[in-house]
């Protein structure tokens, strides 16, 4: 008996030390604060803070697109900026993510900060406290971000597998769950849908035939699936339009917990918003979000919770968060060697392809 228990025991360290390892012995602990003193005098999170500032000022869909890529960043292998990797079949290239825009933001910030700080501030931190920064901009509240994350070495499509936004809730909810994210974490982290935007490519069977039934669907206010009919005809024409997610004109660019007052009004755009306020499983936390003062508190520590996502790989300080600083290769072409052209083909390609996921 008393060996059994050893047994066991030793079963059970070993098995924690190997957790361990996972969690994050490449990574390390991520703290707030945790490059105070490491960049000298300078203060890199109000480098970031006025780069995002700087690029927000020119275009304000910054904001929902930084949102967007932390998300689906974090969701599929960690935060480790595994999205950022160019490459023929990098993540880049998955469905989910032919619509991610904002890569020129985070190397504007990226350049910022090698300028005083070479090879200190991963990508990974970047692209977190860039969108931390992006959500104070536009109106929600400034959270403390933890940091000291390392950029990871590998990127793949196949490993982007994001929920799509015709998913049910108990799809959803078994999804997020996978992440270590609970059903409160999920519908709040939802909430990033305050800001930005859909293709009708993404909505439009809640118009005319939802679930091959004919008709519009019926947990749709009629009158707001009338008025996106003129936006999204049947068939649909060559030109995606697109529509705001918060359909609260006067709060669609602002973080706030007006989608949600939304959703319960029967005006969600995407189905699994929808849902979220219909669901037994949510909508008592859509509710208590709705009615409530603390949406902004609320929201910031569920993007914490999510940035803490790793997946303890070895990783790496990019010099550049297109590539991995091992297999950098000098442009072949001097389109390539301009990184505004690079950048501008990067927002045409993402402003011309439908959403695909959350």
């Not at 030793?10 to 105070?36: E, K, R, T």
């Not at 803070?49 to 700087?54: C, E, M, R, Y």
């Not at 999205?83 to 190397?107: C, F, H, Q, W």
């Not at 069977?205 to 009158?223: H, I």
Request: aromatic residues 4%; charged residues 20%; proline residues 4%.
């Amino acid at each position: 008996m008393t060996t059994a228990r050893a047994g066991a025991a030793l079963g059970l360290a070993l098995i924690g030390l190997v957790l361990a390892s996972l969690s994050g012995s490449c990574q390390g602990a991520l703290q707030v604060g945790f490059y105070n003193g490491k960049c000298g005098f300078s203060d890199v999170e109000a480098i970031v803070a006025g780069v995002v500032a700087t690029q927000i000022g020119k275009d304000p869909t910054i904001a929902p697109a930084l949102l967007r890529m932390q998300f689906h960043d974090c969701f599929v292998t960690g935060c480790d900026a595994s999205i950022l990797l160019d490459g023929k079949s990098s993540e880049k290239t998955a469905p989910p993510n032919l619509s991610v825009r904002g890569y020129d933001v985070i190397d504007a910030v990226k350049a910022a900060v090698e300028a005083v700080c070479p090879g200190v501030v991963s990508c990974a931190d970047i692209i977190v406290m860039a969108t931390r920064d992006a959500v104070s901009l536009s109106g929600g509240g400034r959270y403390k971000v933890e940091t000291g994350r390392k950029d990871g070495l590998v990127s793949l499509a196949s490993n982007v597998n994001l929920p799509p936004p015709s998913i049910s809730v108990d799809n959803s909810i078994a999804a997020f769950a996978q992440k270590g994210l609970n059903v409160s974490d999920m519908v709040l982290l939802l909430g990033g849908h305050t800001i930005g935007v859909a293709h009708c490519s993404l909505f439009q069977d809640r118009l005319y035939n939802f679930q091959s039934t004919g008709k519009p669907d019926p947990t749709m206010d009629p009158s707001l699936a009338s008025a996106l009919r003129s936006t999204c005809p049947n068939p649909q024409t060559n030109v995606d339009n697109i529509v705001n997610l918060d359909q609260n004109r006067l709060s669609a660019s602002i973080v706030d917990n007006s989608f949600y007052k939304q959703i319960l009004a029967h005006r969600g755009i995407l189905q699994i918003d929808q849902e979220i306020a219909l669901d037994g499983q949510t909508k008592d936390i859509v509710g208590s979000i709705a009615g409530g003062l603390d949406f902004s508190a609320r929201f910031g520590q569920a993007m914490v919770k999510l940035g803490t996502l790793q997946n303890g790989s070895p990783g790496e300080i990019r010099q550049s968060c297109r590539a991995i600083n091992t297999a950098r290769k000098l442009p072949t072409s001097k389109d390539e060697q301009s990184t505004g052209k690079r950048q501008q083909r990067d927002n045409l390609r993402a402003r011309s392809i439908p959403k695909r996921g959350f």
